[in-house]
Nanobody
Framework: QVQLVESGGGLVQAGGSLRLSCAASRLPFSSYAMGWFRQAPGKERELVAAISSGGSTYYADSVKGRFTISRDNAKNTVYLQMNSLKPEDTAVYYC?????????????????WGQGTQVTVSS
């Protein structure tokens, strides 16, 4: 069955950087759009960044200029490079896959989800 596994989360100080990875298996990866979501305690899960099968990207206003989403189809992996981290970036980050290759921005467009990885940014 389809599996998405995130890695790379951890504890960093404000201003620091982290690189998240999401490895996909049992999935025609290159045909899927991929997204990164995050959920802070007591808050709704929100889209952080998305990348289409053709490489078009979307970023939430709160992270634009600081985060970069990319994909390596040969490795079936999507990445989220996070720079200039702020305490408000603290959340569980989830990788998700959408079967339509466009640039999905709604949660219900994503069919598969990873287990999440914790990112904590201290002040």
């Amino acid at each position: 069955q389809v599996q998405l596994v995130e890695s790379g989360g951890g504890l960093v100080q404000a201003g620091g950087s982290l690189r998240l990875s999401c490895a996909a298996s049992r999935l025609p990866f290159s045909s899927y759009a991929m997204g990164w979501f995050r959920q802070a305690p007591g808050k709704e899960r929100e889209l952080v960044a998305a990348i289409s099968s053709g490489g078009s990207t979307y970023y939430a206003d709160s992270v634009k200029g600081r985060f970069t989403i990319s994909r390596d189809n040969a490795k079936n992996t999507v990445y989220l490079q996070m720079n200039s981290l702020k305490p408000e970036d603290t959340a569980v980050y989830y990788c998700a896959a959408a079967p339509r290759g466009g640039r999905p921005v709604q949660k219900n467009e994503y069919a598969y989800w990873g287990q999440g990885t914790q990112v904590t940014v201290s002040s």
